[in-house]
T-cell receptor, first 114, second 110 residues
Framework: SAVISQKPSRDICQRGTSLTIQCQVD?????MFWYRQQPGQSLTLIAT?????????ESGFVIDKFPISRPNLTFSTLTVSNMSPEDSSIYLC???????????FGPGTRLTVT | GIQVEQSPPDLILQEGANSTLRCNFS?????LQWFHQNPWGQLINLFY???GTKQNGRLSATTVATERYSLLYISSSQTTDSGVYFC????????????FGTGTQLKVEL
């Protein structure tokens, strides 16, 4: 399975600022995904990021708030813009394993907005 | 959209006990995975099981796709089994966008 790392692992940010989260994979993958897990809740898909094309956002998530980059097949970033306390969550990236549909997740970025 | 419900929402076990967690989904799926989220937030893959039965040590899973449910069995539970268990599904032809269930919070006590 792919090995996935995320930076930062956690951060505390002030409202109105932006944070960029990095996701690095140890092998080339076609599809990368970004999820949000609000406190005490399940995971919700934010967007799908494919290399060479615009990210596809799920209902309730917009590019201005969560811009995503996918410059190559091993890396992606998610920016949380103009943050408010409601953005306090764990943000996780995942990748689809080659050859099947199984997804693997990074360790997550725990964001607190004050 | 697809609904994914898990039961029970919370479960407390004594070490050594067995348990069954259930995942019901409202539509046909072509991907179903079980995850364990440990207390540090890491999601650990347990099973990729769109249909049939699989076993891995003390854990096993069964998915009956035609009846739209999956079961996760934990035998001889240990304190390290504590955490949240999620099932996640992808609609047939949905491009592998996982919809996560509501989760089961498990605590195993000595």
């Amino acid at each position: 399975s792919a090995v996935i790392s995320q930076k930062p692992s956690r951060d505390i940010c002030q409202r109105g600022t932006s944070l960029t989260i990095q996701c690095q994979v140890d092998s080339q993958v076609t599809m990368m995904f970004w999820y949000r897990q609000q406190p005490g809740q399940s995971l919700t898909l934010i967007a799908t990021a494919n290399q060479g094309s615009e990210a596809t956002y799920e209902s309730g998530f917009v590019i201005d708030k969560f811009p995503i980059s996918r410059p190559n097949l091993t890396f992606s970033t998610l920016t949380v813009s103009n943050m408010s306390p409601e953005d306090s969550s764990i943000y996780l990236c995942s990748v689809e394993d080659k050859g099947n549909y199984e997804q693997y997740f990074g360790p997550g970025t725990r964001l607190t907005v004050t | 959209g697809i609904q994914v419900e898990q039961s029970p929402p919370d479960l407390i076990l004594q070490e050594g006990a067995n348990s069954t967690l259930r995942c019901n989904f409202s539509d046909s799926v072509n991907n179903l995975q079980w995850f364990h989220q440990n207390p540090w937030g890491q999601l650990i893959n347990l099973f990729y099981i769109p249909s049939g039965t699989k076993q891995n040590g003390r854990l096993s899973a069964t998915t009956v796709a035609t009846e739209r449910y999956s079961l996760l069995y934990i035998s001889s539970s240990q304190t390290t089994d504590s955490g949240v268990y999620f099932c996640a599904v992808d609609l047939t032809g949905g491009g592998n966008k996982l919809t996560f269930g509501t989760g089961t919070q498990l605590k195993v006590e000595l």
